[in-house]
């Protein structure tokens, strides 16, 4: 154990020796003077000596005696961490612990390399009789052996299966006529034959009746004489621009249905000067509404719709309100059309 030497410690206890030491020698100088001049007073200090000679380094004294031991410090701060010590040698085999409880079954494992051969194993013993199997092909036939001497009659046997047909013996003579048997199945379909010649065109017929497609249908437009027609009554176009069947009246403006079926009815007008609001009829009935409020120069309105008729209904087109601005001449038409689509 090393110990270290404190050397001003040790001089500081030097220089208390020697001042008991030379304060000795003084009290006994003082008392042999004091016998001998009682009546003197103390005289002036004296300067200070000078400094005396430095001692011997201590560090070549002997060894001073162990120290008492000091107070217990307080705890210091943490220390940082120190550097990780090299690896130390392996201790000493423990003792065997407690056997641990028994894991889990791991996965299965792929199938090792086939072992060898076992022993074989004893005789077992005789198995039951299997079921019948499936007769055997028939075998070749073997040469005719030579005729053996006659049996008795044995017993009439099971009827056996069904040989391969022999070969096609010769032509026997023409049995009798048999009766008719039933009929045989259905054969399959033959080859398509070969297309045949083409046959020569036939004599032309007859000309047959045509039927009688219903028809009926009109249109027609305004004039000069019947434009801005009067308001709340049927509009009377009277420029017929197709009326075969004769079911539009150009007299009273008014379509009368002849045959009963589906119609379409359209019409197209020229507004100018005022505005105009017209309406689809059908026997005093509004069936649509065609508004156009004129702005500038000439404006152009439409409207159509399909309607079923009875025989004896009428269809017109007539104005309402008070203004009306139903316009043609010879640059502008208004006209007012309607077919049938088909009878019932």
């Not at 004893?122 to 009789?129: D, R, S």
């Not at 096609?168 to 034959?193: D, I, Q």
């Not at 025989?311 to 043609?328: C, H, M, P, R, T």
Request: aromatic share 6%; hydrophobic share 30%.
């Amino acid at each position: 154990m090393c110990v270290c030497v404190n050397w001003s410690i040790m001089l500081k206890r030097v220089c208390l020796l020697l001042l008991v030491v030379v304060g000795e020698a003084a009290e006994q100088d003082g008392l042999i003077r004091d016998h001998s001049c009682m009546s003197g007073h103390p005289g002036v200090p004296g300067n200070p000596g000078h400094n005396g000679v430095a001692g011997r380094d201590g560090r070549d004294g002997h060894k001073g005696d162990k120290g008492d031991p000091g107070e217990i410090g307080t705890c210091g701060a943490t220390g940082h961490s120190g550097q990780k010590g090299d690896k130390g040698e392996p201790g000493a085999l423990g003792l065997a612990g407690m056997k641990g409880k028994r894991g889990d079954g791991g996965e299965r494992g792929s199938p090792g390399k086939m072992g060898p051969q076992g022993v074989p194993g004893p005789v077992g013993m005789k198995g039951q009789k299997g079921e019948l199997g499936l007769p055997g092909p028939q075998g070749i036939k073997g040469d005719i052996g030579p005729q053996g001497p006659e049996g008795q009659q044995g017993i009439i046997g099971y009827q056996g299966e069904k040989g391969f047909q022999g070969a096609l013996g010769p032509p026997g003579r023409p049995g009798p006529k048999g009766e008719l048997g039933p009929p045989g199945n259905k054969g399959t379909m033959g080859h398509r034959g070969d297309r045949g010649p083409k046959g020569d065109k036939g004599d032309r017929g007859e000309k047959g009746d045509m039927p009688e497609t219903p028809q009926s249908a009109f249109s027609a437009g305004l004039t000069e004489s019947t434009k801005l027609p009067a308001a709340n009554a049927p509009i009377r176009f009277d420029k017929v621009i197709y009326n075969k069947q004769n079911h539009y009246n150009p007299e009273s403006g008014r379509f009368t249905c002849a045959i009963a079926g589906a119609y379409y009815f359209t019409y197209h007008i020229t507004v100018f000067s005022r505005n105009v609001r017209v309406a689809l009829m059908k026997n005093n009935m509004r069936v649509i509404n065609t508004m156009d409020k004129y702005q500038i120069s000439e404006d152009q309105a439409a409207g159509g719709t399909v309607l079923h008729l009875e025989v004896g209904d009428k269809v017109w087109l007539q104005v309402f309100g008070g203004e009306n601005g139903l316009y043609a001449d010879s640059d502008d038409d208004t006209v007012f059309s309607g077919f049938l689509i088909f009878a019932d």
